[in-house]
T-cell receptor, first 112, second 113 residues
Framework: GENVEQHPSTLSVQEGDSAVIKCTYS??????FPWYKQELGKRPQLIID?????GEKKDQRIAVTLNKTAKHFSLHITETQPEDSAVYFC???????????FGTGTSLTVIP | NAGVTQTPKFQVLKTGQSMTLQCAQD?????MSWYRQDPGMGLRLIHY???????DQGEVPNGYNVSRSTTEDFPLRLLSAAPSQTSVYFC????????????FGQGTRLTVV
């Protein structure tokens, strides 16, 4: 099955700086890569996703890049704000598969 | 729409007790699933269903049962609770099995003593 690795496990940045979280996957059939944000005590919520026919996708301060050849994808958050503090999960899935495979999460702290 | 509704929010069980975690969605989603979340281990799939009457095992199914008698409901049963089942449980649904956004319930924090 698919194996998704996520790094780093914790990340602290100063407010206004950028944050980058990286994930790798093993199954070349994976073609959908969502990112979920989970605030403390809350449910995970989708913040951005990318499909394998696209190399980059942006939504305001958030962007995701995908390198299919190297089997890795990254979340980029620019101009970080304290409300960006949360745990972020990457995941991988395929049209022929039946589940999301999640990374182990990155706890992001934005220091005011 | 309420989305995905999960109950209870908190539960304490004694070892050997059984219980059912409830999950309901009102979005007419085909696909429903249960995950457990443990520190440092991300979200791991327990069981999933691609439609009423159809269920299958995920990554960590032992000690859990599920059924899907209607499109809306997907309960998770713990047969004989063990301390290793102490975790936060999330129900999630998707419109269909292929790659689409997953919507999560608010979670159940279960402690087995």
């Amino acid at each position: 099955g698919e194996n998704v690795e996520q790094h780093p496990s914790t990340l602290s940045v100063q407010e206004g700086d950028s944050a980058v979280i990286k994930c790798t996957y093993s199954d070349s059939a994976s073609n959908y890569f969502p990112w979920y944000k989970q605030e403390l005590g809350k449910r995970p919520q989708l913040i951005i996703d990318i499909r394998s026919n696209v190399g980059e996708k942006k939504d305001q301060r958030i962007a995701v890049t995908l390198n299919k050849t190297a089997k890795h994808f990254s979340l980029h958050i620019t101009e970080t704000q304290p409300e960006d503090s949360a745990v972020y999960f990457c995941a991988a899935s395929s049209d022929t598969g039946n589940q999301f495979y999640f990374g182990t999460g990155t706890s992001l702290t934005v220091i005011p | 729409n309420a989305g995905v509704t999960q109950t209870p929010k908190f539960q304490v069980l004694k070892t050997g007790q059984s219980m059912t975690l409830q999950c309901a969605q009102d979005m007419n989603h085909e696909y429903m699933s249960w995950y457990r979340q443990d520190p440092g281990m991300g979200l791991r799939l327990i069981h999933y269903s691609v439609g009423a009457g159809i269920t299958d095992q995920g990554e960590v199914p032992n000690g859990y049962n599920v059924s899907r008698s209607t499109t809306e409901d997907f309960p998770l049963r713990l047969l004989s609770a063990a301390p290793s089942q102490t975790s936060v449980y999330f129900c999630a649904s998707r419109y269909r099995i292929t790659a689409t956004e997953a919507f999560f319930g608010q979670g159940t924090r279960l402690t087995v003593v």
